[in-house]
C-alpha cells in the first residue's frame, strides 16, 4: 500500500480581531431593557433627535456613553462622587459600564477608593447579561469614538493575516510533489 502525503495546508483562521469596546451583547433585547432606563434617561442625539426614550431627565443623555468621560454631558448636575471619577480620567467602557449599573454606588466608592462617595442613580442592574444588552443597544444608537478609531485599526491587521493563509497552499503542494 502507498502512502500518499496528503498536504494539509493549515490555514490559521485569523482570530476575529474585536476593536477595544466592540460591544458583546444583544442590541435588539437591549432596547427592551432601556426600558428599565428610560423613567430617569433619554438618548438624544446631537441634532436633537430623541433616539430612544421619552421624557426622563432625572438621569443624563446616556448618547455617545461608550467613550465619553464620566460625569462629562453639559448641563447634568451630577453627584460629587461620579464628578471625582471623571475628574480622575475615567471613561465609559463595556466593563466599567457593567460594574457601574450593577451597583453605581458601590462602582464609584471602588473606584474612586473613597468608602463615603455616592452615586445618584439609584437605580441597580445586577443582570449581567440585560446589561451587556443595553450597553449593546447605546452602542448600537451612537458611534462610539473609541470603537471608531480601533475599528479601522482593526482590520488593517485582520486583513494580511486572511491573506497569508491562501499562499500557504502552493508551498505546502510543492513539498508533497517531492515525495515520489
Ligand atoms: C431612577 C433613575 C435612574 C434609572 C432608572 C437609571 N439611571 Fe442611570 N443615572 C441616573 C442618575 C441620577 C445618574 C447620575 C449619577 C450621578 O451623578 O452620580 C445616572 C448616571 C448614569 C450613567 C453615567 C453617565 C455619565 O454621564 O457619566 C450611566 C452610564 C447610566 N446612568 C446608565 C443607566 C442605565 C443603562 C440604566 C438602565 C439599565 C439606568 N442608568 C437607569 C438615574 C437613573
Same mark, same amino acid.
Given at each position: 500500500m502507498r502512502l500518499t502525503l496528503t498536504a494539509v495546508a493549515?490555514? !490559521?483562521?485569523?482570530?476575529?480581531?474585536?476593536?477595544?469596546?466592540?460591544?458583546?451583547?444583544d442590541a435588539a433585547a437591549g432596547a427592551k431593557v432601556f426600558n428599565k432606563c428610560q423613567t430617569c434617561h433619554m438618548v438624544v442625539a446631537?441634532?436633537?433627535?430623541?433616539?430612544?426614550?421619552?421624557?426622563?431627565?432625572?438621569?443624563?443623555?446616556?448618547?455617545?456613553?461608550?467613550g465619553r468621560p464620566a460625569a462629562?454631558?453639559?448641563?447634568f448636575a451630577y453627584g460629587d462622587g461620579l464628578k471625582e471619577l471623571g475628574a480622575a480620567g475615567e471613561v465609559w467602557n463595556e466593563a466599567d459600564f457593567l460594574q457601574y449599573v450593577a451597583d453605581p454606588t458601590k462602582f464609584i466608592k471602588t473606584k474612586t477608593g473613597d468608602t463615603k462617595a455616592k452615586g445618584k442613580?439609584? !437605580?441597580?442592574?445586577?443582570?449581567e447579561k440585560e446589561a451587556h444588552d443595553v450597553w449593546a443597544f447605546l452602542n448600537s444608537l451612537a458611534p462610539a469614538p473609541a470603537a471608531a478609531e480601533a475599528a479601522p485599526a482593526a482590520d488593517a491587521a485582520a486583513a494580511p493575516a486572511a491573506d497569508a493563509a491562501p499562499a500557504a497552499e502552493p508551498a505546502a503542494e510543492g513539498a508533497a510533489t517531492t515525495n515520489p
Open positions: 493549515l490555514a !490559521f483562521a485569523a482570530a476575529p480581531v474585536l476593536a477595544q469596546d466592540a460591544p458583546t451583547g446631537p441634532d436633537g433627535t430623541v433616539l430612544a426614550g421619552k421624557a426622563g431627565k432625572t438621569g443624563p443623555n446616556l448618547y455617545g456613553i461608550n462629562s454631558y453639559p448641563d442613580m439609584t !437605580f441597580k442592574l445586577p443582570n
